[in-house]
Nanobody, 124 residues
């Protein structure tokens, strides 16, 4: 599976951005699609995940209530709607995909397929 992330940019604190992750084709229902982020000097951090069958959705505590992950089966995309953005959300955001057990959804080293990353900058 090849992934292409888009939608990053610059926004003031409190603003919104929508990221999109396009895939190269249909995704099997057992795949987990996830978003991670990495700020300068920090480790890659889990943001959110959805099983392609939509049987499970999960968020990191730091984004819960502000971010929404969704997937469009017809378009083969996974989006991340980010609202009430904070300066600490500034990072390069990556989408990832892999057939995993749900318990591994936040483990970045478990994912096989990665998009190229898209920069999100939130100014105070």
């Amino acid at each position: 599976v090849q992934l292409q992330a888009s939608g990053g940019g610059w926004v003031q604190a409190g603003g919104s951005l929508r990221l999109s992750c396009g895939t190269s084709g249909p995704i099997a229902s057992n795949y987990i699609m996830a978003w991670f982020r990495q700020a300068p000097g920090k480790e890659r951090e889990y943001v959110a995940a959805v099983r392609w069958s939509r049987s499970h959705i999960d968020y990191a505590d730091s984004v819960k209530g502000r971010f929404t992950i969704s997937r469009d089966n017809a378009k083969n995309t996974v989006d991340l709607q980010m609202n009430s953005l904070k300066p600490e959300d500034t990072a390069v955001y990556y989408c990832a995909a892999s057939p995993l057990i749900w318990g591994a959804r936040s483990q970045f080293d478990a994912f096989r397929c990665w998009g190229q990353g898209t920069q999100v900058t939130v100014s105070s």
